[in-house]
């Protein structure tokens, strides 16, 4: 799969919602009523990032969950690109971007999100092919301001913000012509998957749905 394509993948998965939840699942046996969840709330694209040993588990077990489009993050490795793939992800999302990350997702056709902060990392991404991409860490590396700023002289590109976005600033983000969605931890709080919290957590999947 050509950058080109991963990237045209990419956009029509940025555009389902207006968000994309970033999941940290430390138990597997969640995994199903979160995607189920989530999904009836109007978020069927899912970042479940591999910071945990069930990720993988839990990837398998939300890709069988009808209508989501389940995705794997924090891709650092070509290993972990492999795992992620066989585990049943259909598209991946890294915090930067290394050549050899690249190539993995290339070779394994997993559609990708390559994180940038900078001016000088998206041009290196678009020059590879790269039209969609993951600003990361967002609020850190300069929020809203600093992706319209970007949409002037780099206009082919199109963004993801992830890293601090939340509820009070993610319509800051999406108010921008070059963010197609953002990528949130809130909509999926610990506390609520602890206490098993499905309905909430859906009420949070909505609102979030509602953002756009």
């Known amino acids: 799969m050509t950058p080109a394509e991963q990237s045209s993948r990419a956009a029509e998965i940025c555009r389902l919602a207006p968000v994309i939840p970033v999941l940290v699942i430390d138990d597997v046996a969640h995994a199903a009523s979160l995607a189920k969840a989530l999904i009836t709330g109007g978020l069927p694209a899912l970042e479940v990032t591999l910071r945990t040993p069930a990720a993988l588990d839990a990837i398998r077990a939300m890709s069988e969950i009808e209508g989501g489009f389940v995705g794997a993050g ?11 793939k066989a585990a049943g992800a259909t598209f991946g999302v890294s915090p930067g971007a290394t050549d050899r990350v690249l190539a993995a997702c290339e070779d ?104 756009r």
């Open 108 to 211: 394994e056709g997993l559609p990708l999100l390559p994180g940038a902060a900078t001016a000088t990392e998206v041009m290196l991404l678009l020059e590879r092919g790269y039209t969609v991409q993951k600003f990361f860490p967002a609020e850190s590396a300069g929020g809203a301001p600093a992706i319209k700023s970007l949409s002037g002289p780099i206009p082919q590109v199109s963004f993801c913000p992830t890293g601090g976005v939340s509820l009070k600033n993610a319509k800051d983000y999406l108010s921008s012509s070059n963010v197609l969605c953002v990528g949130g931890s809130w909509v999926a709080p610990k506390d609520k998957m602890i206490a098993g919290d499905w309905a909430g957590i859906e009420e949070l999947a909505r609102e979030a749905a509602a953002l």
């Open 74 to 84: 924090t891709l650092l490795t070509p290993a972990d690109v492999k795992a992620a």
